[in-house]
């Protein structure tokens, strides 16, 4: 069978069910059928993949019961060792001598070590217990779990309620979780309304239930109304400098050529065109640099997008998921939430939204992006949003989304109207400054954005026209920054390609299953409001974005609840 050198092929090919039935029939079962429903792809390094499966259990259920649906993971690795493995004890490894394969069924992931104890009904209620996190006063009403979304390897969401109370788990690589709560414990300190750490213990984060209801749902039903803009920026001002001492969280533009990569891997048709947008958004902020000092003088977020925020009554009360926050630029923060609104507004032109929705949708874009312009730079927002919009496109294929080719492209066109868009914001910017500099003799502009070429979207879904995009239809309030000089920009490097390896068998070991350990209890109450101060010092950079990789931002699905024999 043959593979690439990360392993995606032999994952998402026809041989992942060879690998799915050993591994099936190791543990004794039959695979009846199974789906690809989830890939994390790092080209040229690894592949992680996540199979909804059918199967029966002879032993277990007797030869005549029905087959079951169970979640199987796989991670394939070349050339690279497996980091932060924490219990392999419950997986089967195959091996060909070059390419590693790791199966297991799910929960026992072997990078969560806690999701085995929190993911049952009958077993999860025994964690809390043993953690001081019950969740209501009588432990015999049952309590039902909800998953909210699960990337293997990387992390899970699952929501613990029990009548009308409810707590969220988090559960995450157990190295992880001692940051991320005393992140939480600061922000609450400083008023930000994250959700309270009830209790945490080796990468489990229990946390309480926010008021309100996100920004997604209120956006999709309500459009504008849903906030206002002001309060979406004040949110975000609210975190203390501080924070600002943390490892700097590089924008998502620092790793544009990355996700081009993982695109063009899954639809080569784009090549071309995902080249000519990340030249473009290279070119257009080394040309920004020119003109205004770049480095980051705020606290962001670092993954501010509408599924983030929780709203009620037109007011902003809650943030979620503050694992990124440190020191960045605002503009990035506010691109992340721009770019996120277009990608679910582009919906309505496949028609995977209603038009009444996407007509809320973009208002609340056109609306929104007008005051963020009076904020930040419109060129520096507008470019940031294409390269959030450029690590979205790599959801359709990790999701497998129905149609996800033609979901990456229309997500490869938006992407191509926000540089547009920075092109437009450039061009009135430089209409400004000759404006206001006419009595002095010409203006040296600044080294104009490349175009993009024109696009064609997929069959059926209509162009987006200019002015369904913030800032095409309005002027936005121009930078006072003094114009740059013209200066040449060296050529960037092509986007990673995959390669092929030969074909080879693949034999297989396992390991006996691994025992607990006990819970210490552990709790947590919110501090006292305090207010920010100035920042410190710059901060030094700390590489990519995460240590594992890929982290693009994405709008994770809720999986169906299943309940794991």
Known sequence: MSHTQDGSELLTGPGAGGLLRSAVGNSGGVLHSWQLDHVDHRPGRSTKALYRTQVSWPALDGPQAPAREELFGASAHIGEREKNLYVAEQTLVMTDGDINVRVWRYPHDPWLPMLPLVCYPDIVGRTLHDLGAAIGPDPSVPIAID????????????????????????VMQPHRSGEIVDRHHRLLAAGVPVPEVIAHHNGLVVLAELPGRPLARAVIDEGVDACRAEDL???????????????????????????SGIVSSSVPSLGPRLDALVRSIRDGLTALEQRKDMRPHDVVHGDFYEAQVFVENGRVVG?????????????????????????????GNAGRIDRATQERVEEAIRTW????????????????????????????????????????????????????????????????????????????????????????????????????YPGSAQ?????????????????????????????????????????????PPQSISPRPVQTTEPHPPQPQPSGGRSEDGDDSPTQERRIDPILPG
């Open 475 to 519: 002027q936005s309030a121009p930078s006072q920054q003094v114009p740059p000089q013209q200066q040449a920009v060296p050529p960037q490097p092509p986007a990673p390609q995959r390669t092929s390896s030969q074909p080879s068998g693949l034999s297989a070991y396992s390991a006996p299953p691994a025992s607990t350990a006990p819970l």
């Open 233 to 259: 920026v004040a949110l975000l001002d609210r975190l203390p400098a501080s924070m600002y001492s943390l490892s700097l969280r590089p924008p998502w533009t620092d790793s544009v050529e990355f996700y």
């Open 147 to 170: 998953v909210v979304s699960y990337r293997p390897g990387r992390r899970a969401v699952l929501r613990a309620s029990q009548g009308e109370q409810a707590v969220y788990l988090k």
């Open 319 to 347: 943030l979620l998921d503050i694992d990124t926050v440190g020191p960045g630029r605002r503009a990035d923060d506010l691109a992340c939430l721009l770019a996120h609104l277009s990608v679910l507004a582009d919906y």
């Open 369 to 468: 992006h007008e005051m963020f312009s009076e904020r930040v730079d419109p060129t520096e927002v507008a470019l940031r949003s294409a390269g959030v919009v450029l690590s979205l496109a790599t959801g359709p294929h990790r999701q497998q989304e129905a149609a996800w080719e033609a979901a990456t492209e229309a997500i490869v066109r938006v992407a191509e109207e926000w540089v547009s868009e920075a092109r437009r914001a450039e061009s009135r910017r430089r209409e400004s400054e000759a404006a206001k500099q006419a009595a002095n003799g010409p203006v040296t502009g600044s080294r104009p954005i490349d175009p993009v070429p024109p696009t064609q979207g997929p069959t059926g879904v209509r162009q987006a026209p200019s002015p369904r």
